[in-house]
């Protein structure tokens, strides 16, 4: 049984969440843990949390995989807004305690110019300080499309991050399109792409999916998802991505272009892939 769901709306709470991925045939999911484009955070609602928790048990579902908002920035070039980046992170974490055994998934962060190491380091630097308190949550590092002064465009990048943390809990999460877009070739040899993925990181630290088709071609560095099959990754890639042996049990979130109607129709089509 694969693990699939999308992004959903956290304004209802938790288990209204959970209610929403099960009426689009969802067994897992994505939200943004504060406004993704902001940084405003939901009221807590252990109440709802609790629900939520019973009934993610209930209905099977696998590990939910949470989105830090795009502006939190763990490596920015001013020290007052990467403090701040930091505050964010370190709430989201104590945050995630509410729906334990979870995921936190977040871009890495841009170096804006300081350069990839000051960026790694700054990062890595946030996540000790955030993970210490020992919080029931995995981090995850999203795989970049290397776009301007990104960070984690390269599986090395990833690596030199979960070195400097020196913590089981950090992960990585590998979004299609990104490692597409990045100049890793899943389309014609996913193997090859995952053999490097665990010859640099190493593969028990792969934890979650994000399937998205790309608007643009391969090494493009430019990030725009599509929907499956109407970008240059094409429904073949996602059929050997969701049947691949070290894949097949991990968490898959849709970010594509779409509504509930057409996530829905997303996961009913990933399904009719399964081998
Ligand atoms: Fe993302
Ligand atoms: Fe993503
Ligand atoms: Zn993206």
Do not use: W
Request: glycine share 10%; net charge negative; charged share 20%.
């Amino acid at each position: 049984m694969l693990y699939l769901g999308c992004h959903l709306s956290a304004s209802g709470g938790n288990l209204e969440m959970v209610k929403t991925a099960q009426s689009i045939g969802a067994n897992t999911f994505a939200f943004f843990t504060r406004n993704p484009r902001g940084s405003q955070a939901r009221k807590e609602d252990p109440e709802d949390s609790r629900q939520a928790v019973q009934a993610l048990k209930d209905g099977g579902f696998g590990p939910l995989v949470a989105h830090g908002a795009y502006t939190m920035n763990l490596c920015t070039a001013q020290p007052d807004a990467r403090e701040f980046a930091c505050s964010v992170l370190c709430d989201d974490l104590r945050r995630m305690a509410a729906l334990p055994g979870n995921f936190y998934n977040f871009h890495p962060g841009s170096h804006v110019g300081q350069g990839m190491e000051t960026g790694i380091s700054q990062i890595a630097e946030a996540l000790k300080k955030a993970l210490a308190p020992g919080y029931p949550v995995t981090v995850l590092l999203e795989t970049m499309a290397g776009k301007g002064s990104e960070v984690g465009g390269k599986f090395e990048e990833l690596k030199a991050i979960i070195d400097a943390v020196g913590s089981d809990d950090v992960g990585v999460c590998l979004d299609t399109c990104h490692v597409h877009d990045a100049g890793y070739d899943i389309v014609n040899d996913l193997d090859g792409v995952l053999a490097e993925f665990d010859r640099v990181v190493g593969l028990s630290r792969l934890k979650a999916l994000h399937i998205n088709d790309s608007k643009n071609p391969f090494g493009s560095h430019k990030d725009r998802h599509e929907l499956l099959g109407q970008g240059n990754l094409g429904l073949s890639a996602f059929a050997k991505v969701i049947n691949h042996p070290y894949l097949k049990t991990l968490p898959m979130i849709l970010e594509t272009p779409n509504a509930l109607p057409g996530y829905a129709e997303e996961i009913a089509l990933l399904r009719s892939l399964e081998a």
